[in-house]
Nanobody, 127 residues
């Protein structure tokens, strides 16, 4: 079992930055593909970024603005978010998946790929 706890969310003005953290316990994150998803009010949960070990993948809407990284020594995954826009307002979820896939398959952008989820952290961007 992996327990994931997100933190770092909050209220920020448009153009600002936030860094989300996802701390894991129960297992070492080095053995898992990690992803960030978000869900805005009234919308479905959507892919934001993934870091399956060495490669990184981003949704087109955040490419160039968000950066996913991991610190295996701290058992923590991060999502650095820059140039935030009102459209980025959502609850952000961290996820961990044990299975390996070809990156070209697009598997790491799919919710079903991930086995464990955090409780989410709210990000609100004011315009």
């Amino acid at each position: 079992q992996v327990q994931l706890v997100e933190s770092g969310g909050g209220l920020v003005q448009a153009g600002g930055s936030l860094r989300l953290s996802c701390a894991a316990s129960g297992r070492f994150l080095s053995g898992y593909a990690m992803g960030w998803f978000r869900q805005a009010p009234g919308k479905e949960r959507e892919f934001v970024a993934a870091l399956p070990w060495s490669n990184t993948y981003y949704a087109d809407s955040v490419k160039g603005r968000f950066t996913i990284s991991r610190d295996n020594a701290k058992n923590t995954v991060y999502l650095q978010m820059n140039s935030l826009q009102s459209e980025d307002t959502a609850v952000y979820y961290c996820a961990a998946g044990a299975s390996r896939y070809s990156g070209a398959s697009g598997a790491y952008s799919r919710i079903a790929t991930y086995d464990y989820w955090g409780q989410g952290t709210q990000v609100t961007v004011s315009s």
